[in-house]
């Protein structure tokens, strides 16, 4: 029996997901916030010149998302649960949905993989291109597939995993929940898709926003690593991989969550990219014992929400404190 509110949201939430998503023509939370992010960066980048002061604004664009978002959840959370604890539920439970990208990522590999699997190249090209960063115009079959996968491998950990555990996180703390711990994560990791590169014109606006997301998404993809491995059923080998490949990754998070993926599948992800016409390589992660085929790119998917399943029910489970 679901005894707490807080988990009642979270149940409700994972359900949602499972079975709405993110309906295109539905507002989301990130739409806000990607306002908001360009808003201000097309005028700090135009009043300031500085490093410094660019790093400083910068700052206070991180800081002021995260945190301002985190405190319109609870407000819009607290006032709806006072007009109707019903209401509040239904409020509570859609914008913690919206935190999660379980069904979206589902929703985008088919999208691609459908086209392909029929013989339509081109098609696949096309879809792929409305997901990933990468130039896609001459991209062969295994090269599609390889940008799935890692697409799907990346995306599980901050788009999935790494919401729920703020929102777990945000459950077991009188007067917070669920909804403002996982909003303010999302807005972190929306501000290190918007403004975290490296090139010009976000070096030094964006570079706070890139260390918060690397910081707040260090724990969560550890433990999606560890619950992988032991799903695997040969945890010592896949870890060993892991150690072995995934530092070699500039960022300290996707290379994990690329890598624990392809060492379960027995695939190999990483090689050359290309970034509007410039190539950049990237490190092998993973033993090609396979070739990367859809059916991995299913277990996959398959694997992410038996993981997500698992860490719901341990938080659906456990006694909370102030019950």
């Known amino acids: 029996m ?12 994972a359900l949602l997901d499972y079975l709405i998503g993110d309906p295109w023509n539905w507002w989301h939370p990130v739409q806000g916030m990607g306002w908001g992010i360009a808003q201000y960066t097309r005028l700090v980048c135009k009043q300031l010149q500085s490093p410094l002061a660019l790093k400083l604004a910068g700052i206070g664009l991180a800081v002021g998302l ?25 409020v509570e439970s859609m914008l913690l949905a919206s935190c999660f990208a379980g069904r979206s990522l589902r929703d985008a590999a088919n999208d691609v993989l459908a086209p392909l699997q029929s013989g339509d190249l081109a098609e696949a090209r096309a879809r792929l291109s409305r ?10 079959e295994p090269e599609i597939l390889r940008a799935v996968l890692e697409t799907v491998a990346e995306n599980a950990t901050d788009g999935v995993m790494a919401p729920l555990f703020y929102a777990i996180v945000g459950s077991f703390i009188p007067g917070v929940g669920s909804v403002p711990l996982a909003i303010a994560y999302k807005a972190a990791s929306t501000l290190d898709s918007m403004v975290g590169y490296r090139e010009a014109p976000y070096t030094d606006l964006g570079w706070f926003s890139a ?16 619950t992988l491995a032991l799903l695997s059923g040969k945890p010592v080998a896949v870890w060993q991989i892991c150690q072995r490949d995934a530092p070699q990754d500039p960022s300290p998070n996707s290379g994990w969550s690329e890598c624990v993926y392809a060492a379960v599948l027995g695939v190999q992800v990483g090689g050359l990219n290309y970034y509007r016409g410039v190539a950049k390589p990237k490190p092998l992660l993973g033993e090609a014992r396979q070739a990367i085929a859809p059916t991995h790119i299913h277990q996959a998917l398959n694997l992410t929400r038996i993981c997500f399943l698992l860490w719901l029910a341990v938080a659906l489970i456990i006694p909370h404190p102030f019950l």
Do not use: M
Request: net charge positive; proline share 3%.
């Open 2 to 13: 679901i005894a707490h509110y807080s988990q009642l949201v979270l149940l409700l939430a």
């Open 66 to 90: 995260i945190v301002g978002s985190g405190l319109i959840a609870w407000t819009i959370a607290t006032l709806t649960k006072r007009i109707h604890p019903f209401l509040g539920l239904a």
């Open 131 to 140: 997901y990933v960063g990468r130039d896609t115009e001459n991209l062969t």
């Open 211 to 226: 260390k918060t997301d690397d910081v707040l998404t260090w724990l969560p993809c550890r433990l999606v690593v560890v």
